[in-house]
C-alpha cells in the first residue's frame, strides 16, 4: 500500500524540549511539505523541500528545522524557539513541486 | 499575492438537502483551485481541483465545484447531502505555473442532521 505516514500520532512535550515529528512516503514523490494547522486558521506551511539535501522556508519556519537526507523521508523538529508549538501538523507529499499535494493523517502535538 | 475566503466556518444542512460551500479567492496572475475535506484528526483528501480546463469539476463522493472567473468564485456544491458529509472542508489556490504553493482557506464545517 502506498501512502504518507506519520507518527506518533499524538505527541506532548514539556516546555524548553526540542521534539521530532516523523514523515515518511513511498509514493516515489520528489517533493515534501511540512504545515502547522490552528482552529479557525486553515493551513500554513512551515517548509517544503523539492528534492533531496534541499528545503525551502515557507511563512512560519521560525522555531521549526527540517532534513532532507533521504527521498522517503522528512522530518520535522520543533525547538524550544517555537512560541506556541501546541498544534496539528501535518506532512504532504508530490510528484512533482508543481503537482498536486497529497497529505499524511498529522500529528497532534501539545505542549504541557 | 493569492488569498482565499470561504464564507461561513459553520453550515447546517439537513439529510438530503443541498449542500453550498462558498469560496472566493484573489489571485493575481491565473490561478488552480482545489477543495479538500478533513475528517476529525485525520490529514486532508481532495475533493477536486480546477486547472484551467473545464469550469465545471465533478469530483470524489458527490461533489462538483464551478470555477467562475467573473465573480472569482469556486463553491462547492452537492445535491443530496448524507450523515457521512458532516467533516471540515478546505478551499485553496495556488498559482497554476511552477511551485504549487498552497494558501488555504480558514475552513467549513458542514454539519449534516437526520
Known amino acids: 500500500d502506498g501512502g504518507i505516514t506519520q507518527s506518533p500520532k499524538y505527541l506532548f512535550r514539556k516546555e524548553g524540549q526540542n521534539v521530532t515529528l516523523s514523515c515518511e512516503q513511498n509514493l516515489n514523490h520528489d517533493a515534501m511539505y511540512w504545515y502547522r494547522q490552528d482552529p479557525g486558521q486553515g493551513l500554513r506551511l512551515i517548509y517544503y523541500?523539492?528534492?533531496?539535501?534541499?528545503?525551502q522556508k515557507g511563512d512560519i519556519a521560525e522555531g521549526y528545522s527540517v532534513s532532507r537526507e533521504k527521498k522517503e523521508s522528512f522530518p520535522l523538529t520543533v525547538t524550544s524557539a517555537q512560541k506556541n508549538p501546541t498544534a496539528f501538523y501535518l506532512c504532504?507529499?508530490?510528484?512533482?513541486?508543481?503537482?498536486?499535494?497529497?497529505f499524511g493523517p498529522g500529528t497532534r502535538l501539545t505542549v504541557l | 499575492a493569492q488569498s482565499v475566503t470561504q464564507l461561513g466556518s459553520h453550515v447546517s444542512v439537513s439529510e438530503g438537502a443541498l449542500v453550498l460551500l462558498r469560496c472566493n479567492y484573489s489571485?493575481?496572475?491565473?490561478?488552480?483551485l482545489f477543495w479538500y475535506v478533513q475528517y476529525p484528526n485525520q490529514g486532508l483528501q481532495l475533493l477536486l481541483k480546477y486547472t484551467s480546463a473545464a469550469t465545471l469539476v465533478k469530483g470524489i463522493n458527490g461533489f462538483e465545484a464551478e470555477f467562475k472567473k467573473s465573480e472569482t468564485s469556486f463553491h462547492l456544491t452537492k445535491p443530496s447531502a448524507h450523515m457521512s458529509d458532516a467533516a471540515e472542508y478546505f478551499c485553496a489556490v495556488s498559482p497554476n505555473t511552477g511551485f504549487q504553493k498552497l494558501v488555504f482557506g480558514t475552513g467549513t464545517r458542514l454539519l449534516v442532521s437526520p
Open positions: 504532504a507529499s508530490t510528484r512533482s513541486y508543481t503537482d498536486t499535494q497529497y
Open positions: 523541500s523539492q528534492i533531496v539535501n534541499d528545503f
Open positions: 489571485s493575481s496572475v491565473p490561478p488552480y
